[in-house]
C-alpha cells in the first residue's frame, strides 16, 4: 500500500511537470540570461517578456521553434569560437622572450571587448567555464524539447 502511494505521487509530480512545462522553460531561459548575461542570451528574456507570457494561454508551436533554432544557432556559434582559427581571433598566445613564458595576447582591444559582450568568450584549458558556458543553453534545449 505504501508502495503504491509513493508510485501513484511519482506519477502526479511527472503529470504536473509535463502539464507545466512553460514555467520550466522561461526559467531556464531567465537563468540563462543571470548567468551568461551577453547579447546572445538578451534575446530570451526578451521574447518571454514581449511575446511568450502576453499570449492568451500558451505560446504558438512557431515560438517554440524559433527558441529551439535561436539556441541551436548559439550553441553551434560558441562551439565554432572555441576552434582554432576564431579561438586565436579572440586570445593567441605567444612566448614572452623575457621568461619564456605563455602570455596571452589579445589582438586587439575591441574585438575582445566585443566578443565578451556577444558571450563568445574563449575557454581556458581546464575548462572550468564550461558549465557557465554551454550548460544553459542545453538546458534550454532539453526544456522546450519535453
Known amino acids: 500500500?505504501?508502495?503504491?502511494?509513493?508510485?501513484?505521487?511519482?506519477?502526479?509530480?511527472?503529470?504536473?511537470?509535463?502539464?507545466?512545462?512553460?514555467?520550466?522553460?522561461?526559467?531556464?531561459?531567465?537563468?540563462?540570461?543571470?548567468?551568461?548575461?551577453?547579447?546572445?542570451?538578451?534575446?530570451?528574456?526578451?521574447?518571454?517578456?514581449?511575446?511568450?507570457?502576453?499570449?492568451?494561454?500558451?505560446?504558438?508551436?512557431?515560438?517554440?521553434?524559433?527558441?529551439?533554432?535561436?539556441?541551436?544557432?548559439?550553441?553551434?556559434?560558441?562551439?565554432?569560437?572555441?576552434t582554432y582559427p576564431f579561438s586565436t581571433w579572440i586570445v593567441s598566445d605567444w612566448v614572452s622572450p623575457e621568461n619564456d613564458s605563455i602570455t596571452p595576447l589579445i589582438n586587439s582591444a575591441n574585438d575582445f571587448l566585443m566578443a565578451l559582450r556577444f558571450g563568445l568568450e574563449n575557454l581556458d584549458e581546464s575548462g572550468r567555464n564550461f558549465v557557465k558556458f554551454f550548460f544553459f543553453e542545453c538546458l534550454i534545449l532539453l526544456t522546450v524539447t519535453l
Open 1 to 82: 500500500s505504501l508502495v503504491k502511494m509513493l508510485l501513484s505521487l511519482y506519477i502526479l509530480l511527472i503529470n504536473m511537470i509535463l502539464s507545466n512545462t512553460e514555467f520550466f522553460c522561461y526559467l531556464t531561459m531567465i537563468i540563462c540570461m543571470i548567468m551568461n548575461g551577453s547579447i546572445l542570451s538578451l534575446v530570451y528574456p526578451i521574447s518571454i517578456f514581449i511575446y511568450a507570457l502576453l499570449e492568451e494561454k500558451r505560446p504558438r508551436k512557431g515560438y517554440w521553434l524559433f527558441i529551439l533554432n535561436y539556441t541551436a544557432i548559439v550553441l553551434i556559434l560558441k562551439f565554432l569560437f572555441q
